[in-house]
């Protein structure tokens, strides 16, 4: 599965692999199944 | 000259007038498609010390927490969000204690629009940054607020949901001038 996109300014693009290894390890998931997160 | 913010075409703008108007457009960024994070351009600068910067119609794939990141700093925030919802049926408080990033609101994924609104105080200046604001969104309302507490001067923010990507809406940033 491709790496999800990164916007900076006007300009998205596709996040490089070090960028998503940071957004996973900070507890981002991109898991669709997830139910709406309670605040 | 007529006075501020009548404006008429053409008009002389005087300085001693214009200088009183307390508040300017810095930047708005429109978030874009399915975008993990959505980092402004630079928005912080010498130019003003506080700044207010609205969040609104960003929708997200999940829903969830809205979350800041002054920079690329994702370490020494503290802080606190109260939620409550429209129902009655929840409310309570999320907290960091030296987290990775600061809780802004939630991220909307129904068609209602969510909103954010905060002050950030000396985002640019080398000391801690703070913020104070409050929020609506997925039935959720509540005010928040936190600090940066490293001496960091930064230029840019970051939004992201706790989970899945966001689409649309805008981030306005508007500078006090005094």
Known sequence: ?39 | MATPPNFVDAEILYASQLNKVGMWLVSKTTVGTAVATATTGTVFSSDYDNYRVIIRGVKSSLGGNLLLNFGATVTGYYGSLYYDSYTGATTGALRRNNGANLQIGTAENSSAEQVTSMDIANPFLAMSTSLSGTYYGNAFSGWFGGTQASSTSFTTLTIRADGGTLTGGSIFVYGYRY
Do not use: F
Request: a negative charge; proline letters at 8%.
């Open chain 1, 1 to 39: 599965m491709s790496n999800p996109n990164i916007q900076i300014d006007d300009e998205v693009r596709q996040m490089t692999d070090e960028e998503y290894a940071e957004l996973l390890a900070s507890g981002w998931t991109l898991d669709t199944s997830l139910e709406p997160i309670e605040p």
